[in-house]
């Protein structure tokens, strides 16, 4: 099992930024992918980035790309979103998901609202 606790979402501005963090507790030893997601009302839940827990690659959402960027803290089993430029379409439940062989772990989400 792998608990995941993500903070750092909020309200702000069109073109300010956010840091989301997602902390992941239990299985990490055998952690293989984290990765963040998000969920606009009404829409499905649609990929945004990922980071190869091993080998520190990363891949981004072409929406994201450019303007966001997904980092870890080994140390501390920590990753990280920095969302910059944002505007009203980044509003959405932003969720952490790690995954461990062929299971992923979902955290509870974390609301970011992007005014105009």
């Known amino acids: 099992q792998v608990q995941l606790v993500e903070s750092g979402g909020g309200l702000v501005q069109a073109g300010g930024s956010l840091r989301l963090s997602c902390a992941a507790s239990g299985r990490t030893l055998s952690l293989f992918l984290m990765g963040w997601f998000r969920q606009a009302p009404g829409k499905e839940r649609e990929f945004v980035a990922t980071?190869?827990?091993?080998?520190?690659?990363?891949t981004y959402a072409d929406s994201t790309k450019g303007r966001f960027t997904i980092s870890r803290d080994n140390a501390k089993n920590t990753v990280y979103l920095q969302m910059n430029s944002l505007q009203p379409e980044d509003t959405a439940v932003y969720y952490c998901?790690?995954?461990?062989?062929?299971?992923?772990?979902w955290g509870q989400g974390t609301q970011v609202t992007v005014s105009s």
């Open positions: 998901a790690a995954r461990v062989r062929l299971t992923t772990y």
């Open positions: 980071l190869n827990w091993s080998g520190g690659a990363t």
